[in-house]
């Protein structure tokens, strides 16, 4: 009985033992494994930076997303308007009309740009960040009224300038290469307590 019983202690033993070398070498086996795995990415990873074909694809996919950029950007600038095919494209001839037949009147535009001034600016402050927005505003505002005098044949040019007034002196000026008969232009200016404006209307007559 007691040797029945130390041969099942004994076998008990052994399987124990027999079980513990197995998890062992599993273990090892796993180890192994991962450093093989380990191994072979770094081989990947170092075949791949020093890998020619690698670095064509890189460089190609590099070179299609250039040119999906500039598809995009030439997508965004403006589309010249195409003539219908339906309708034929008109050709004026030159009229050779050297001379106006009804002059730009300076007196008008100049009282067009201080009315304009007078209403949109007499309870403004300065603010530099809003000055440009504000420029361009007033500045399409006088071209729509110059133009509601209907003076044919006759090219606008509309300039305001707006600066904070704090008791410093300022002189604008410009030039142009015109026709003195006939090309002439508008000025006018404005002030309140902050800011002070000049506003100029070139009319250039084209022939």
Known sequence: MNCCLGGVSHSYGQLRLEGANKERDDVKMAQKGEGMAGQASLV??????????????????????????????????????QPSKGKP????????????????????????????????????SYDRNASKQLCMTLSEMIKNKVKEINVPRYRLVCVVSIGQLRDQGFRMGSQCIWDPKYDTFASSSYKNNSLFAVGTVFAVYLE
């Open 44 to 81: 990947a990873r170092q075949s791949s930076l020093f890998c020619t074909s690698s670095f064509q694809d890189a460089l190609k996919v590099k070179r299609q997303s250039q040119a999906n950029l500039s598809v995009i950007s030439l997508a965004q600038e403006p589309i010249p308007e």
């Open 89 to 124: 494209r008109v050709v004026l001839e030159n009229t050779y009309q050297l001379e106006p037949n009804q002059k730009f009147e300076s007196y008008k535009v100049k009282k067009i740009i201080e009315d304009v001034f007078e209403s949109q600016l007499k309870t403004e």
